[in-house]
């Protein structure tokens, strides 16, 4: 299994207990959704090793995860590790929700100004994602990605529909 292949699920916190119990930040709307998870892949310096899971538990305050086997001395070791899961497992969206992975090289299509070009990616490292486009003239365009902005999402024709504001295509476009 490659990490291409899978979603990022969470990483490793502190161990808790003494019976290879783990506290982890799972990176996901509804952790509850992962409650009843068998196994998990560990991203290590050998790269993704899977861990057969005993137990989870979540709550408002923390999630734990037992691991399989683990003793207390090993499960420290794991701790900062970063856990995937194939994509294969993510609960299907509809509407105009969608994974990040899920619309790159959508084209995208602007309610006032028409095509803009090829979403890229989707940068999402500061306050707020933003979607690059890359246009036909070679230009990027960078697009705050807020949900008021987004029209509509067709899977079908691979189209992302979104209202930029005003002034703001034509700023990356237009010559000065």
Same mark, same amino acid.
């Given at each position: =299994? @490659?990490?291409? *292949?899978?979603?990022?699920?969470?990483?490793?916190? +502190?161990?808790?207990?003494? +019976?290879?119990? =783990?506290?982890? %930040?799972?990176?996901?709307? @509804?952790?509850?959704?992962?409650?009843?998870?068998? #196994?998990?892949?560990?991203?290590?310096?050998?790269?993704?090793?899977?861990? =057969?899971?005993? !137990?989870? /538990?979540?709550?408002? /305050?923390?999630?734990?995860?037992? %691991? /399989?086997?683990?003793? #207390? #001395?090993?499960? /420290?070791?794991?701790? $900062?590790?970063?856990?995937?899961?194939? =994509?294969?497992?993510?609960?299907?969206?509809?509407?105009? @929700?969608?994974? %990040?992975?899920?619309? +790159?090289?959508?084209?995208?299509? *602007?309610?006032?100004? $028409?095509?803009?070009?090829?979403? @890229?990616?989707?940068? *999402?490292?500061?306050?707020?994602?933003?979607?690059?486009?890359?246009?036909?003239?070679? +230009?990027?365009?960078?697009?705050?990605?807020?949900?008021?902005?987004?029209? !509509?999402?067709?899977?079908?024709? &691979?189209?992302?529909?979104? &209202?930029?504001?005003?002034?703001?295509?034509?700023?990356?476009?237009?010559?000065?």
């Amino acid at each position: =299994m @490659k990490t291409d *292949d899978c979603f990022y699920l969470g990483k490793i916190g +502190k161990p808790f207990g003494y +019976k290879g119990e =783990m506290n982890v %930040f799972l990176d996901v709307d @509804k952790p509850s959704e992962y409650s009843s998870l068998k #196994s998990v892949f560990i991203l290590t310096s050998q790269g993704l090793v899977p861990y =057969m899971i005993t !137990s989870v /538990a979540v709550s408002p /305050a923390r999630t734990t995860i037992i %691991f /399989a086997g683990l003793t #207390s #001395s090993e499960a /420290a070791l794991l701790q $900062g590790k970063e856990l995937y899961l194939p =994509m294969t497992m993510l609960p299907p969206l509809t509407g105009n @929700k969608f994974y %990040f992975h899920e619309v +790159k090289n959508f084209s995208v299509i *602007d309610e006032n100004y $028409g095509y803009i070009g090829i979403l @890229k990616e989707i940068i *999402d490292n500061g306050p707020q994602p933003v979607i690059c486009i890359s246009a036909p003239s070679a +230009k990027e365009v960078l697009v705050p990605l807020i949900d008021e902005f987004i029209i !509509s999402v067709n899977r079908i024709s &691979k189209t992302l529909t979104i &209202k930029s504001p005003e002034g703001l295509i034509e700023f990356y476009l237009e010559k000065v």
